[in-house]
């Protein structure tokens, strides 16, 4: 990552494309490094950059959305995330892979997954179907080369053009997106290159992170420039429905602390009758948001764990994934001593701007020291469970 990662600001909705007039601000963090970045020492660290880190609500349709936009090719140039690393993940995508399997009770199916990732879901749907990822990082180039997943993958960004050039106009059963819509810039030109790979009556799968959730749960921590907009079952609805695709299945699920899992057939008509927004309800629950966000070293553990620092006492934080590096640059006062991550990928590398070391969890086990905040807040059960040695006390500020 280099030292000075650039931005511009959106010139027009993510989803529906509605012009900046319609777009309101709504939430606002001090500055942040980005999320995602892991440095390769301390000094490194401190000098990296923040950024400003705005949210904005389109008053069309209803999605929140941050105003800075990183480019992908800076966010993801060194994506150190492998799905198949995260147990918690593999299940979740062995339980995909059984309902997708189970809903199109087929022996041929062409289905294409953007963001495949290392092939997580690819891997475990049926031999017999022609599966084919698309996605432009290096760990899906890795994985595909090193493993007989039975997929073909083009290492792209998924997009009218790439459709185009493939010939892959009206080619697709099904289309599926897990994870990866929060990491892309213009959605609503993805969502038409949707449209134009599926066949009639195709049906597109997506996975996001529900803002439902993070407004209930106050997660300000899921808040970064990576997670470029944060999706509710509304502003999906009425984004989809402009291009003709109408919403024939959604789920709640539990993955990444409260997603959605919905399904989207193409119909023939090309603009569906538009679903508005509740704008006055999310107004008033994004108010809180900003509330709990303002207000953090108010909130209960925070406070708790501020005294026992002032006594003296040892705090470290366990899981460095963008949610610890929120949290961590944004209430430097508790002062982590270090973070474990199981990622061999992270270990021995340090969060941007408050250059705290990343560590093994065996460190746990060899220092015992007082406080452990779970910063992987979703995996708390899993976390705990692992490392029975640690005599500690366990602490989460979420969920
Ligand atoms: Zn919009």
Redesign the pocket.
Same mark, same amino acid.
């Given at each position: 990552m280099g030292p000075n990662p650039s931005f511009r600001l959106i010139g027009r @909705?993510r989803? @529906?494309?509605?012009g900046m007039d319609?777009l309101v601000p709504c939430f606002e963090m001090d500055p942040m490094p980005l999320a995602g970045q892991f440095c390769s020492t301390a000094e490194e660290a401190i000098e990296a950059e923040r950024l400003p880190l705005s949210w904005m609500l &389109?008053q /069309? &349709?209803g999605?929140v959305q941050v105003t800075q936009d990183v480019d992908e090719a800076i966010l993801f140039r060194r994506y150190n995330y492998a799905s198949s690393t995260v147990s918690g993940l593999v299940d979740h995508f062995k339980a995909y892979a059984g309902l997708l399997t189970r809903n199109y009770d087929q022996s041929h199916l062409r289905f294409l997954e953007i963001g495949c990732n290392d092939g997580v879901l690819l891997r475990r749907l049926p031999a017999t179907w022609l599966r084919q990822g698309v996605d432009p990082s290096d760990v899906a180039c890795r994985s595909h080369q090193a493993s007989q997943g039975g997929y073909e993958l083009v290492s792209d960004l998924f997009d009218v053009q790439l459709v185009e050039s493939m010939r892959w106009q009206g080619q697709w059963d099904v289309i599926s997106g897990s994870n990866c819509l929060a990491h892309i810039s213009d959605l609503h030109q993805v969502f038409t290159a949707v449209r134009l790979a599926l066949k009639e009556g195709g049906e597109f799968w997506v996975e996001v992170h529900d803002l439902e959730a993070l407004l209930c749960g106050s997660q300000w921590d899921t808040i970064y420039h990576e997670h470029k907009a944060e999706w509710s079952l509304d /502003?999906l609805t009425h &984004?989809l429905g402009l291009l003709g695709f109408e919403c024939v299945f959604h789920e709640s699920i539990p993955m990444h602390g409260g997603a959605l899992r919905c399904c989207f057939r193409k119909t023939s008509q090309p603009r569906l009758s538009r679903t508005e927004p509740d704008l006055q309800t999310l107004q008033a629950k994004l108010k809180s948001l900003a509330e709990a966000y303002r207000a953090r070293y108010e909130h209960p553990v925070v406070c708790d764990l501020m005294k026992r620092r002032a006594a003296g006492q040892s705090l470290v934080a366990y899981g460095a994934a963008g949610r610890a590096n929120v949290f961590l640059n944004q209430t430097p006062e508790l002062a982590f001593d270090w973070i474990v991550d199981e990622s061999m990928l992270r270990q021995g590398r340090y969060l941007p701007h408050i250059a705290t070391p990343i560590v093994a969890k065996d460190r746990l086990n060899l220092d015992q020291p007082d406080h452990c905040l779970i910063t992987a807040w979703n995996y708390a059960r899993d976390i705990r469970l692992k490392n029975p040695g640690y005599l500690g006390q366990w602490w989460t500020a979420f969920g």
């Open positions: @909705c989803g @529906c494309h509605a319609l &389109c /069309s &349709c999605l /502003s &984004c």
